[in-house]
């Protein structure tokens, strides 16, 4: 017989260096997978094409199952779901988060031609691309499996600073001019949200959400904070007075793409605890 956990995690990468050591602090039991079995974790490597219950033999009993990694191969996030309750049968009723990206919506349908749009969980997104595709199929389970899906948008913490990205992303004041806006959330944030949704999952349950700290960030304003010295500081303020803008950061109606995630927060009642960006990563 297999032992429980409150939460598994499929996929021990970036979240769980946050995820963990909050379920540590409150006393949550976890289990978490890597490829590799590293620093105590069980060996799993999900093959979306593979119809084998092997793998999932080694798994424990869990209340949440978080999946962290992409799922883009159609049919196989409902098969992840079944592998596992087949080999889990005497297990409570399992729950399965999937982590998504809120790229589904960049570019779609909610980005009209007549300029700036705000986008929220219930907007139109790009029903054509394949993470979409696996979401809605996971989606599709509930309510006789609940399950949910957290969408993130840019995530930062620990090594994944801000301050890193801006060189890559803004080499030239051209690259730079094409900037707008930007989303971003902390891991910490992450963590919170995946716990409350586990002890909550009747308020998540066959939903699809938009996380973000709330905040609509600006390319031009972050660049000439982080950025480096003589490059995107000059150039952000060589376009600020070649294109009248007065002050930073630009309003999203100017710089025309925002995200709402208001929706997480009120229904889970919480807050982001690292809204804005910072030097402590």
């Known amino acids: ?50 119809t084998s219950p092997r793998q999932f033999e080694l798994l424990p009993n869990a209340q949440t199952v ?27 009723k399992t729950a399965f988060i999937q982590l998504g990206s809120t790229g589904i919506w960049d570019g779609g349908p909610t980005l009209r031609p007549e300029g700036h749009v705000w986008t929220d969980r219930h907007s139109k997104f790009d029903e054509t691309n394949d993470r979409a595709k696996a979401e809605i199929e996971l989606l599709a389970l509930a309510p006789e499996v609940p399950t949910t899906v957290l969408d993130l948008c840019g995530l930062w913490g620990g090594p994944r600073h801000f301050k890193n ?26 963590s919170r949200a995946v716990l409350a949704v586990h002890a909550n999952f009747g ?4 939903q699809r959400w938009l996380l973000t700290d709330l905040r609509v960030y600006d390319w031009w304003d972050l660049a000439s904070a982080w950025g480096e010295e003589g490059k995107q500081a000059r150039w952000v303020k060589e376009l600020v007075r070649e294109e009248g803008i007065r002050a930073l950061p630009r309003t999203p ?10 929706e997480f927060w009120e229904t889970f009642d919480l807050e982001p605890v690292r809204g804005r960006i910072g030097e402590n990563p």
């Open 253 to 262: 109606e100017v710089i025309g793409r925002a995200m709402d995630s208001r």
């Open 165 to 190: 990205w801006i060189g890559r992303v803004a080499p030239s004041k051209d690259a730079l001019k094409q900037k707008g806006s930007i989303h971003l959330i902390h891991g910490l944030d992450v």
């Open 66 to 92: 978080l999946i962290t990694f992409p799922i883009k191969v159609a049919g196989a996030s409902e098969r992840l779901v079944r592998l596992y309750q087949q080999t889990h049968s005497d297990s409570p």
């Open 203 to 206: 308020r998540a349950s066959g």
């Open 1 to 50: 017989m297999a032992w429980t956990v409150d939460i598994l995690i499929l996929g021990a990468g970036w979240t769980s260096t946050f995820l963990i050591p909050l379920c540590e602090a409150r006393n949550i039991t976890y289990a978490a997978t890597s490829r590799t079995g590293r620093d105590g974790t069980i060996v799993f490597e999900f093959d979306p094409h593979a």
